[in-house]
Structure formats: C-alpha cells, structure tokens
C-alpha cells in the first residue's frame, strides 16, 4: 500500500534507481572537482593579480653597481639627469624580484610574528613608487640622512601588516613593530606594498606582509627605482644601462619595468592555471556528455510510457516538464551530495595542502554550474521524446 502513496514523480525514480544513482554520483563528483578547482584558480588568479601599491608600468628597478665604494647619492643625481627620468630611489629589495626576508612582530618575543619583506628605502621612496599614505606620514630628512649609522628606529608599513599585528592602520601609528627583534616605531601606514616574492601559495594577506625603513640599500640587495612616463620606461631602462655601465665598467643587463618583472614571476603560475582550467574544461564537458548519455538511456527505456501518456491525453509541454523535474530531483540529491564532498576534499586539502578554505561564490558557482549542463543535457533527449508519435512510441520495444 505504501507505494501506491509514493507521488508518481518519485515513484518514477525508484523504478530506475540504478541510472538515477548514477547521474546523482556523477553530479556530486562534478561539484565537488569543480568547485576546489575553481576556488584554486580563484585564488591563483587573485594572487598573481594583487595590487602591489606601485605604478608598474612606470617604473624601473636598475641593479646596483656591486664594484668599488658605494657612491649611491652621485649615482642618483646622474640617473636623474637622464632625459625621461622623472624621479629616482634607492630601495633594498623589491617586489618580484629580491626578497629581504624578516619576521615582523609586535612584541619582542617575537611571539605572534609573521614572515615580513623588509625594505631598506630613501626618503624620496614613497613618492618614486608611488606609494598611497593612509595614515601617518614618510620619512624625514633627518631619518633618511643617518648614512653609516644604519636605519633609524622607524617604519612605514603596509596596511596587512598594520591589521595583522595592531588591528588597524590608526592604531598602528606610534606603536612598535620589532624586526628580528629590533623594535622600530611606526610612523606611517601604506594601502599596499608586496612582499619581495609573492607567492599564489600565500594565505590570507600574507602577500601584503611588508615594510619600509630608512637607509642605504646594500648594493647587493639594492636597486635604483627610476619613474619615468610608461612609453619611456624601456627607453629609460637601456640609457641608465649604459650609463652605469660607463661609469663603474660594470656591465649589466637592460632591466623591464616591475610590470615586466611581474609577468617573468608568476610565468610558472600562469601556465599551471591554463593547464587546471583546461582540465577543468575537460573534465565539465565529460559530465555534461556523462549526464546526457544517461538521460538518453532513461527517457528511452520509459518511450513505451511516454506513448500511452501521450495518447491518454498528456501535451508535449507536461512530458518535457515530467521529464525534467524527474532530472532536477535527481540532480538536487547529487548536488547535495557534492556540497557535503567538496566541503569535505577542501579540509582535506586544507590540511595537506595550501589551500585555503572553500569560498561559498565557489561552491555556489559549481552547483549552478553543474543544475544548468543537467538540465541541459535532459532537455534534448526530453524535448524529443515528447515530440514521437504516440502510435511510434507504443511500437516500441
């Protein structure tokens, strides 16, 4: 007696239990590939194209000389005179390239600390990089001047660092920041600055880990930053080239801008993310051919059915709605299986793997994903089931 109490739409499935285990299995699956997969080239993708705080297309990093005696402020004045030049620092380390590595903390255990780039700049460096103040103020004359004594005991820091070690960029100003255990008080706070070598690994904010401090960048640590008009910036590069060739006999090679810097870092990263996404192409247009295949082989084992539905009275528009709810109900368990894999192969990943945890815009964006190719792919063999004769389909066998 039971069931004859199952609705009709159920009863339907159950009657064709295993094609319709199989198209569940094969939507949870395809949830839970898609959506870690896209949360992986999501964050890849962010990664490779955070902000780094800098105009990069203006602005060039030229290697330090590294023969004879430092002659940093003569080298400026000369690279500034150079046609095009619109400014020029001296920055130790720099984003996409040399990497000071320290650990930033705020007390001096070092307890809580994060791993940091650090930056030994002039004071002209916020205003040749092009650096945003958000609190606080740069460097003055007498913090940047201290040559041979080493840095003067402040900073100017990234706003990730600042959230990270005091909560916000207000609360940051004044308080300490220790670097390998030195302390350095804070004297201003910069939207963005990028660590020396982002990573599309880095969790959270941790690309954003970063700070200045006043003084002369070790020549072997060091560049010059020249600010020219981005249609000058190679230009530029190949005359302050040859120049510091001519003046310390040391020859180098032409540098790119830090947008040619940029696109050399995460060359690596930008084919691994063509090569997950064409799999993951691959891979939704398998399922899709999968889905389709199996809603073939279940309207065409109910044709008989169809027919005397249709010659009972039934209209094409009720069979293809049949039809295709019987599919969403399906579809709705695989995707709630998939919700429950993919959340679960994300904690795994989590805990073996970088990977952060799974956003919801993935999951989300994979069940729909998947809900449209299913009912896509039910649609044909649905649509041309309802269009057979009855007289045809009651021939069936």
Not at 16 to 31: E, G, T, W
Not at 263 to 276: M, S, T
Not at 346 to 369: E, F, K, T, Y
Request: hydrophobic share 55%; proline share 5%.
């Amino acid at each position: 007696m039971t069931r004859h109490l199952r609705p009709p739409l159920l009863q339907a499935i159950l009657r064709h239990r295993p094609i319709a285990s199989l198209l569940a299995l094969q939507v949870a699956l395809a949830v839970a590939a898609c959506a870690n997969t896209c949360a992986m080239l999501s964050g890849d993708i962010g990664a490779m194209t955070l902000p780094s705080g800098m105009d990069e297309a203006a602005l060039v990093a030229l290697p330090m000389p590294t023969r004879g005696a430092p002659i940093q402020a003569e080298d400026m004045a000369r690279l500034r005179a150079l046609p095009g030049v619109q400014d020029v620092a001296a920055l130790g380390g720099v984003p996409f390239g040399l990497d000071v590595s320290v650990r930033a903390a705020r007390g001096p255990d070092g307890s809580g600390g994060v791993a940091a780039s650090e930056y030994f700049a002039s004071r002209d460096a916020l205003a040749t990089l092009g650096l945003r103040l958000v609190a606080g103020r740069g460097f003055t004359a007498d913090e940047a001047a201290r040559d041979g004594e080493g840095p003067a005991g402040v900073a100017i820091v990234a706003d990730a660092l600042a959230r990270r070690l005091h909560g916000e960029a207000r609360a940051a100003l004044g308080a300490p920041v220790y670097v390998d255990g030195t302390a350095f008080r804070i004297v201003g706070v910069v939207e963005r600055l990028l660590r020396g070598q982002p990573s599309v690994d880095a969790r959270g904010d941790e690309n954003g880990f970063s700070l200045l401090v006043p003084g002369n960048p070790d020549p072997q640590l060091g560049v010059y930053l020249l600010r020219a008009r981005p249609v000058d910036a190679h230009r530029v590069a190949r005359a302050a080239a040859g120049l510091m060739a001519a003046l310390h006999g040391q020859s180098m090679d032409v540098p790119g801008t830090l947008a040619d810097d940029r696109a050399a870092h995460f060359a690596k990263a930008r084919a691994d993310v063509a090569l997950l996404a064409a799999v993951t192409l691959a891979f939704a247009a398998v399922t899709t051919i999968g889905i389709f295949g199996l809603s073939f082989f279940w309207v065409r084992r109910r044709t008989r059915a169809i027919g005397i539905r249709r010659a009972l009275g039934a209209s094409r528009g009720a069979i293809v709605l049949g039809l295709l709810a019987e599919n969403a109900v399906v579809v709705a368990a695989g995707n709630a299986a998939g919700a429950v894999l993919a959340i679960a192969a994300n904690r795994w990943l989590s805990a073996h793997d970088a990977m952060g945890v799974l956003p919801a815009i993935d999951l989300a964006a994979a069940l729909g994903a998947t809900w449209l190719a299913a009912a896509a792919a039910a649609s044909i063999p649905a649509f041309r089931a309802a269009s057979i004769a009855p007289a045809d389909a009651l021939r069936f066998s």
